[in-house]
C-alpha cells in the first residue's frame, strides 16, 4: 500500500523567513496530494492540494510544488507568522482506492518571533 | 448544517472494558474514516467506509470494529480496550476528491 514520509519532524524558522517541508510517497498512481495543518487541540483542516496534473500550485503565502517522477512533493510557507505555528501534515491518495487518504507523520513548525 | 460530529469529546476506560465511539455527517458525503492519531506518528487509518452497509480495513484495524448502517453515521467499536489503544480518534468524511476531508473534534480515549 502507500507509503509517505514526511520531513522535517519539526522545524523552527525566525519570523517573515521562509519554511520547507517535504514529503515523499512510494505509490506511483497516488494522484491527489493535499497539506492539512492541525493547531494545537483541534482537528485538522485542508490548507491546500494538488493534482498530479499539475505541477505547482499557490495560494497566498502558500505554494505546493510536485515532482511525479521523483515521488516528491514540498509545501513552501513564505514570509511566516505567528499563526502558522502549528502541525503540518502531507498525505497522498489515489482515486481508485476509495478515496483513503494516507498521512505523513507531520512536522512541528514554529515561528521564532 | 454541523459538519462531523463526534461523540464523546473525552473518555477514561478500564482494560477489558467495551464503548463505541460515534461519527455523524450532515453533509451526505458516500465516504467516511476513522482515524488514531499518536504523537510523532501522524493520522493513521483505522477503518474506512465507501457507502451505507459497506465497510473496509485501513492501515491499523487489529482491536478495532465498525458499522455504517446509515449513510449519516459511522460507529467505531472497542469490544475489548487496552492501553495501546489511548488514543486521540477523528472520524472524516469527504464526498469525492474535491476539497478534501472534512474531520470532526476528536475523541480522546484513555485506557487504564
Known amino acids: 500500500g502507500e507509503n509517505v514520509e514526511q520531513h522535517p519532524s519539526t522545524l523552527s524558522v525566525q519570523e517573515g523567513d521562509s519554511a520547507v517541508i517535504k514529503c515523499t510517497y512510494s505509490d506511483s498512481a497516488s494522484n491527489y496530494f493535499p497539506w492539512y495543518k492541525q493547531e494545537l487541540g483541534k482537528r485538522p483542516q485542508l490548507i491546500i492540494d494538488i493534482r498530479s496534473n499539475v505541477g505547482e500550485k499557490k495560494d497566498q503565502r502558500i505554494a505546493v510544488t510536485l515532482n511525479k517522477t521523483a515521488k516528491h512533493f514540498s509545501l513552501h510557507i513564505t514570509e511566516t507568522q505567528p499563526e502558522d505555528s502549528a502541525v503540518y501534515f502531507c498525505?497522498?491518495?489515489?482515486?481508485?482506492?476509495?478515496?483513503?487518504?494516507?498521512f505523513g507523520s507531520g512536522t512541528r513548525l514554529s515561528i521564532r518571533p | 448544517n454541523a459538519g462531523v460530529t463526534q461523540t464523546p469529546k473525552f473518555r477514561v476506560l478500564k482494560t477489558g472494558q467495551s464503548m463505541t465511539l460515534l461519527c455523524a455527517q450532515d453533509?451526505?458525503?458516500?465516504?467516511m474514516y476513522w482515524y488514531r492519531q499518536d504523537p510523532g506518528m501522524g493520522l493513521r487509518l483505522i477503518h474506512y467506509?465507501?457507502?451505507?452497509?459497506?465497510?473496509a480495513k485501513g492501515e491499523v484495524p487489529d482491536g478495532y470494529n465498525v458499522s455504517r448502517l446509515k449513510k449519516q453515521n459511522f460507529l467505531l467499536g472497542l469490544e475489548s480496550a487496552a492501553p495501546s489503544q489511548t488514543s486521540v480518534y477523528f472520524c472524516?468524511?469527504?464526498?469525492?476528491?474535491?476539497?478534501?476531508?472534512?474531520f470532526g473534534s476528536g475523541t480522546r480515549l484513555t485506557v487504564v
Open positions: 498525505a497522498a491518495s489515489k482515486a481508485s482506492s476509495a478515496s483513503k487518504i494516507i
Open positions: 453533509m451526505n458525503h458516500e465516504y
Open positions: 467506509s465507501v457507502g451505507e452497509g459497506t465497510t
Open positions: 472524516a468524511s469527504i464526498n469525492t476528491l474535491e476539497g478534501g476531508y472534512t
